[in-house]
């Protein structure tokens, strides 16, 4: 029903109630039920606002109509009375009529959502199945049809296959960890630059077109979960390499502050929208792309609940087409120097932290520490 509708029926309503107080019934009689009908109605199609208003035109008809009648006074506050009921109780029908439809909507975006994850889920699988059994029929050819590169290239297939797999499936676990409320870290002592020279190497190795620099101090040691930490900075940089083009450049920035550290993963890719920036942390967030780049939208909400469990934060600052910049704030305990640090720091400071560490990112940013890989060429243009 339109709302025009909707509003002719109400006025149709309340002209009937008139009619029929003044019309039919005789005399002094007054059927207030009679304006409430209107209402009613209204509280099944309107929103609680239009609800309330149309409850109080109401209330104004009962009195308007009661001054003709010269009814006595003393009728009247129990009259306004049960307009007031009346309209309590049928704007909290129509707050909940909304409440329950909004719940119905969100319901069925997630099922829609966890369908999709599925679907992703389905597809990856498949894949890193296909490829150990491409591999594992190769290895099983006949000895005199193989070759020592087709052995090789089936044991690629293979390992790749595998890992694969296994990426997978921790991240499954680690979704259904956070989605328990048991998602822990382990902090201890280490050096956050030594964990990134590693993750560095390793990612140069599955992204052999992208140029990954680093650009670190000698060391940062502090206190941090290093499998989980290892585990959010692959992700970063995974992402940063997936979703920008062959030959471009990812740089990985640590810094230090009085209370941990920051990590600064850019890159120069296809960047996000701002209306999707939000969700990228939410669980199954995969943005539609329309392209076959493999992954299930949950890294991003386990880096976040890494951070988190760290006492700290994840954002990121991006525009389509013109690549993004994550940062995360990484507290630590063992390396807070000044009182504000001492316990773990609040929000505004790391806010303070974050503001800082993107305004190094965008425009200062030159690598001073490069690992075994290209040459550094790298000059940022500021976003
Ligand atoms: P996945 O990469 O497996 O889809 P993530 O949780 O890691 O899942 O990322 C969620 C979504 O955020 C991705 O689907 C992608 O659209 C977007 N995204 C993440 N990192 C980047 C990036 N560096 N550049 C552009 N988009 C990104």
Redesign the pocket.
């Known amino acids: 029903m339109t709302t025009i509708q909707a509003l002719l029926l109400v006025v149709a309503g309340f002209a009937a109630a008139v009619v029929v107080n003044f019309g039919v019934l005789p005399g002094d009689h007054i059927v207030s039920s009679l304006y409430l009908l209107p209402v009613l109605f209204a509280c099944h199609v309107w929103r609680p606002r239009a609800v309330a208003v149309t409850a109080m035109a109401a209330a104004s008809l009962y009195i308007a109509s009661a001054q003709v009648e010269e009814r006595p006074l003393t009728v009247w506050p129990f009259g306004v009375l049960a307009f007031v009921i009346g309209g309590y109780l049928t704007v909290q029908f129509s707050v909940q009529r909304e409440e329950i439809a909004r719940h119905a909507e969100r319901e069925s975006e997630e099922r829609q959502r966890l369908q999709v994850f599925m679907g992703m889920v389905a597809h990856d699988l498949a894949g890193s199945v296909t490829n150990i059994m491409a591999g594992a029929d190769m290895l099983a050819e006949a000895p005199e049809r193989r070759s020592e590169e087709a052995d090789r290239v089936a044991i690629a297939a293979i390992t790749s296959g595998t890992s694969q797999a296994r990426r997978l499936l921790t991240d499954l676990r680690d979704a259904a960890a956070i989605g328990a409320g048991q998602f822990n870290v382990a902090p201890g002592r280490m050096d956050l630059v030594e964990l990134a020279r590693e993750i560095v190497a390793e990612q140069r190795l599955g992204n052999a077109g992208h140029m990954i620099t680093l650009d670190a101090p000698d060391h940062l040691p502090g206190d941090w979960d290093r499998a989980r930490v290892g585990q959010l900075m692959a ?1 970063l940089v995974s ?2 390499c ?2 920008s083009s062959a030959g471009s450049e990812v740089l990985v920035v640590l810094r230090a502050w009085s209370g941990g550290a920051t990590i600064g993963v850019q ?1 120069q ?4 929208a701002p209306d999707e920036q939000a969700r ?1 942390f939410e669980p199954f ?3 539609e ?1 329309g392209d076959d780049v493999p ?7 386990i880096s976040k609940a890494i951070a988190e469990s760290h006492g700290g934060r994840i954002s990121v600052e ?1 525009a389509a087409h013109r690549g ?1 910049s994550f940062t995360v704030i990484l507290p630590s305990a063992e390396r807070a120097t000044g009182e504000q640090d001492a316990a773990r720091p609040d929000e505004a400071r790391i806010d303070a932290v974050e503001r800082a560490a993107r305004a190094g990112g965008s425009t200062q940013l030159r690598p001073n520490l490069v690992i075994a890989g290209p040459p550094a060429t790298y000059a940022m243009e500021p976003r």
């Open positions: 992700n992402n940063a997936k979703y890159d890719g296809i960047g996000i990228i967030a995969r943005v792309r992954g299930t939208g949950l890294g991003l909400w991006s993004s």
